[in-house]
């Protein structure tokens, strides 16, 4: 089961966690959406903690960890809420066969059109465990698209997690944008 505990005692712990979280949800994770089973290729994460990592750009909420969430931004899985804290993972980008699909938004489009028909109430939804673990190289970044208005003690924090940025699709990122972000990653 996908361990989304985190270490909150520093903002050291905290990004160890990410570093964890998103290592075992790309290698060992797909995303399946009816018989239709995607790998995660791009992650972001958010989290508030109040006095301790009070990022800002984390949109609160009031869900359990471990749901889904749609917001007006994307879609998440969440951290546990509490009175002092919550987040959650973005989900950026998705690869299923050869296709990518990269952006919050498209992201949520693939989802529902992979949902099918609105006559049909089966539907299956979720993370599954890979038959085969995968060994990607997994690279972290500055996360995207922040607001100067934003806590900038966070804006350069690699909380962007992703492989394989060469062969997503032209059409959603541009070559020029790929390399700006494989100059600014780093290994986890």
Excluded: C
């Amino acid at each position: 089961m996908l361990d989304l505990d985190l270490i909150t005692e520093s903002k050291e712990t905290i990004q160890f966690s990410f570093d964890r979280i998103a290592s075992e949800l790309i290698h060992k994770y797909n995303f399946k959406v009816n018989e239709k089973l995607f790998s995660f290729t791009e992650i972001e994460f958010y989290f508030f903690l109040k006095e301790e990592h009070e990022d800002n750009s984390t949109h609160p909420h009031k869900y359990d960890k471990g749901l889904w969430r749609f917001h007006t931004k994307g879609l998440d899985i969440t951290f546990q809420n509490s009175d002092i804290s919550d987040g959650g993972i973005l989900i950026r980008g998705l690869k299923t066969g050869t296709i990518y699909t990269n952006g919050p938004i498209r992201i949520l489009e693939t989802v529902f059109i992979n949902l099918g028909s609105v006559l049909s109430t089966e539907k299956h939804f979720g993370i599954i465990p890979k038959l085969n673990t995968s060994l990607e190289v997994i690279k972290k970044t500055k996360r995207f698209g922040l607001s100067a208005t934003q806590n900038n003690a966070f804006k350069e924090s690699f909380y962007r997690y992703y492989i394989d940025i060469d062969n997503w699709n032209i059409k959603h990122v541009s070559q020029s944008e790929k390399e700006k972000i494989k100059a600014n990653s780093q290994n986890i």
